[in-house]
């Protein structure tokens, strides 16, 4: 079998629940991920913002806790088609953490512990549309989830969602990450089935 697969079968959902199509609605949390769970030590844990020009904005641990965060109800879609709906978290939005940043780039690069990396249009990371998450539900982001903070950007399929999140590299042109370059598609929007490349 290969490394991209076409996802889960399809399962019935409620009539009055409103899904992206092909989804199928789920209690649980399923846990898919390309590689091991790394263990991330908070102390040492840090989230950087690396401009076209190569100018660093650094967030420890510490650092991110103390700014403002937001506790955002969002519902998850993932490519391989279970979505999950209103589910609680809590993390700081990237539009407090660009607030000094100052770039002309239009596509960001994030990288994650264990070298996972996704792409993203900045203007889809800005704009109330996208957090820094380490709670869900109330508890401290469990590993397997992400933990101790994931990127959260629920309008897009889960995997843009980059777990143990650790920065990201701002970009003048697009650059696919690990998914993408394996042929899943470059934006992922789930509302018009953008699962892979040609979708």
């Known amino acids: 079998m290969g490394i991209v697969s076409r996802g889960f079968h399809s399962r019935a959902r409620p009539a009055d629940v409103k899904l992206p199509p092909g989804q199928y609605l789920t209690e649980d949390f399923p846990v898919l991920s390309a590689g091991p769970t790394p263990s991330i030590a908070r102390e040492e844990w840090e989230f950087t913002i690396t401009t076209e020009s190569g100018t660093r904005h650094r967030w420890s641990w510490r650092e991110l806790l103390a700014l403002p965060s937001e506790r955002p109800t969002v519902d998850l879609h993932c490519v391989t088609k279970w979505s999950k709906l209103g589910t609680g978290w809590e993390g700081v939005s990237l539009d407090t953490l660009f607030a000094d940043v100052e770039t002309a780039a239009e596509f960001a690069l994030v990288h994650s512990y ?46 843009k969602s980059a777990k143990w999140v650790r920065g990201m590299r701002l ?12 042929g899943y598609h470059d934006y992922g929007d789930p509302w018009r089935e953008q699962r892979y490349q040609g979708d």
């Open 171 to 182: 970009l003048t042109e697009d650059e696919p990450g690990f998914w993408e370059s394996l």
């Open 114 to 159: 264990g070298d996972y990396t996704t792409n993203i249009p900045l203007e889809d990371l800005l704009g109330g549309e996208a957090w820094i998450a380490y709670q869900y539900e109330g508890e401290d982001l469990a590993p397997v989830h992400g933990g101790p903070a994931r990127l959260l950007v629920p309008h897009l399929y889960l995997w």
